[in-house]
T-cell receptor, first 112, second 115 residues
Framework: GDSVTQMEGPVTLSEEACLTINCTYTATGYPSLFWYVQYPGEGLQLLLKATKADDKGSNKGFEATYRKETTSFHLEKGSVQVSDSAVYFCALTGGSQGNLIFGKGTKLSVKP | EAQVTQNPRYLITVTGKKLTVTCSQNMNHEYMSWYRQDPGLGLRQIYYSMNVEVTDKGDVPEGYKVSRKEKRNFPLILESPSPNQTSLYFC??????????????FGPGTRLLVL
């Protein structure tokens, strides 16, 4: 079945460092791809998405490009802030009903 | 304000005592879903509903029930909770898109402890 694999955390960075969180997927058909973020004590919220190959999603300085040839959707940010500390989930829409399938999440901690 | 609400936010109960976690959304979304989040496992879907009176099992439905009598509400029922249902639960909703859900909006979560 469809699945998402993302790098295990935790990831600890200093403020202003570059961030990459790897995400690869397995899917039949052409899923939409998402990154959701979960700040401490809160529910998930959509960070960015891409609906077809070569699309780039971006928001709040984060970017991810839908790469069909490598089945990847890596999350990147050029300069992280302490406020970016959160758990990041890669996800895709899969199955006949288009339900979201999540990766296991990557915890990011940014130190001042 | 557009939102998904869940109640209660925190619950401690004992094995076998029936409980219900409510979920309500005010965005007129057709699709609603329940997930549980466990360390090292990410989010796993319990049940989902494509519309009123239409529900279906997700990946981990055992021990749970749901109902969808109204569009805005999607309660999660644990008829006889067990300790392995201790978890963080999220409700989510979404408008339909291309026959399946796209962006989902999540509630704040319900942390359940079953003793």
């Amino acid at each position: 079945g469809d699945s998402v694999t993302q790098m295990e955390g935790p990831v600890t960075l200093s403020e202003e460092a570059c961030l990459t969180i790897n995400c690869t997927y397995t899917a039949t058909g052409y899923p939409s791809l998402f990154w959701y973020v979960q700040y401490p004590g809160e529910g998930l919220q959509l960070l960015l998405k891409a609906t077809k190959a070569d699309d780039k999603g971006s928001n709040k300085g984060f970017e991810a490009t839908y790469r069909k040839e490598t089945t990847s959707f890596h999350l990147e940010k050029g300069s992280v802030q302490v406020s970016d500390s959160a758990v990041y989930f890669c996800a895709l829409t899969g199955g006949s009903q288009g339900n979201l399938i999540f990766g296991k999440g990557t915890k990011l901690s940014v130190k001042p | 304000e557009a939102q998904v609400t869940q109640n209660p936010r925190y619950l401690i109960t004992v094995t076998g005592k029936k409980l219900t976690v409510t979920c309500s959304q005010n965005m007129n979304h057709e699709y609603m879903s329940w997930y549980r989040q466990d360390p090292g496992l990410g989010l796993r879907q319990i049940y989902y509903s494509m519309n009123v009176e239409v529900t279906d099992k997700g990946d981990v439905p055992e021990g749970y029930k749901v109902s969808r009598k109204e569009k805005r509400n999607f309660p999660l029922i644990l008829e006889s909770p067990s300790p392995n249902q201790t978890s963080l639960y999220f409700c989510a909703s979404s408008p339909p898109f291309r026959g399946g859900p796209e962006t989902q909006y999540f509630g704040p979560g319900t942390r359940l402890l079953v003793l």
